[in-house]
Every structure is written in C-alpha cells, then in structure tokens.
C-alpha cells in the first residue's frame, strides 16, 4: 500500500504562514497527481490544491494568490505553503496522492492522517 504521512499543523495568527508537507511511502511506480483538500467543521471536504506530476498547478479561487503547492519528486514529497493566512482557512487538511504502484501496475488513491490548520487571534 501506500501510506501518506501529513507534518503537523498548528495555530497560527491572521496574516501568517505555514507550510505543510506530505510525504508519501510504499509501493509507488509513478504519483500522477498530488493534492490538498480541507474539511471546515460542518461543513464537506473541498479541493484546496493540485498539482500534476507534470507540475501543472491548480487552485481553489478562495486560496489563489495566497497558497503554493509543490512537490519534490525525490522525495515523493507535495508541500502547501500558506501565506496571509485567514480564519477561514482553519480546516483539517489532508493530503491526497494518486498515482500506481510497482507491483502490477495498479493504481492508488491515498490519504493522508489530516493535521488541524486554525488561524485566529
């Protein structure tokens, strides 16, 4: 299988930066696709950011301008990195990582643990 590790979040003040990261691990052949959902209390999990393994980059609207996704291919690694962080950012953020294995080819669909992001004074 292929297992996906999250760094830890934390409290960060309006205005801030964090940066998370998410390394993957297993049987991996090839990550196509790499990303960053959040899941606010009440409400459904949404697509924050992707990025293919072409380094194609995607954005939800509300975090363009403000988050960073990239990865690090050696390191079967994807980082988000939060700038001017606002209240409502605060979410569990889980990494996603799809791609396929070594072993026959097949393909995965792997989240991460999720680590708490709140931003408030």
């Known amino acids: 299988q292929v297992q996906l590790v999250e760094s830890a979040g934390g409290l960060v003040q309006p205005g801030g930066s964090l940066r998370l990261s998410c390394a993957a691990s297993?049987?991996?052949?090839?990550?196509?696709?790499m990303g960053w959902y959040r899941q606010a209390p009440g409400k459904e999990r949404e697509l924050v950011a992707t990025?293919?393994?072409?380094?194609?980059?995607n954005y939800a609207d509300s975090v363009k301008g403000r988050f960073t996704i990239s990865r690090d291919n050696a390191k079967n690694t994807v980082y988000l990195q939060m700038n001017s962080l606002k209240p409502e950012d605060t979410a569990v953020y889980y990494c996603?990582?799809?791609?396929?294995?070594?072993?026959?080819?097949?393909?995965?669909?792997?989240w991460g643990q999720g680590t708490q992001v709140t931003v408030s004074s």
């Open positions: 996603n990582v799809q791609g396929h294995r070594s072993t026959y080819y097949r393909r995965y669909d792997s």
């Open positions: 297993g049987s991996i052949f090839s990550i196509d696709l």
């Open positions: 990025i293919t393994s072409g380094d194609t980059t």
